[in-house]
């Protein structure tokens, strides 16, 4: 509804979302990490499988807009990965 109430004709919602990081330099690492997101995973709030899904059964009133595919990288430190955990919320609670 509020799309429709502040948007012009013709404009675009443009809707995306992250994955879960991937280790790419060392599997073993990945594969633990992705375990232990594994064993957070109900603790997330249900709304988690939205993003996992990249909000695919997420029900929009629009026509869809095929994108192209793009990525985000980063090179990121052990201290930088512990922090990022910490923010989870199923971590936190």
């Known amino acids: 509804a509020e799309v429709r109430r502040v948007g012009r004709k013709g404009g675009v919602v443009a ?3 992250y994955q879960l990081m991937r280790i790419e330099e060392d599997a073993a690492v990945d594969a633990a990490f992705a375990g232990f997101y594994g064993r957070m995973r109900e603790w997330f709030p249900w709304q988690r499988e939205l993003v996992e899904d ?3 059964s997420m029900e ?4 869809e807009i095929a994108a192209p595919a793009f990525a985000a990288t980063q090179e990121v430190s ?3 990965v512990v ?3 910490e923010t989870w919320s199923a971590v936190a609670r």
């Open 54 to 56: 990249g909000y695919a």
């Open 15 to 17: 809707v995306w979302t």
């Open 60 to 63: 929009f009133p629009f026509e």
């Open 83 to 85: 922090a990022l955990v």
């Open 78 to 80: 052990l201290r930088d």
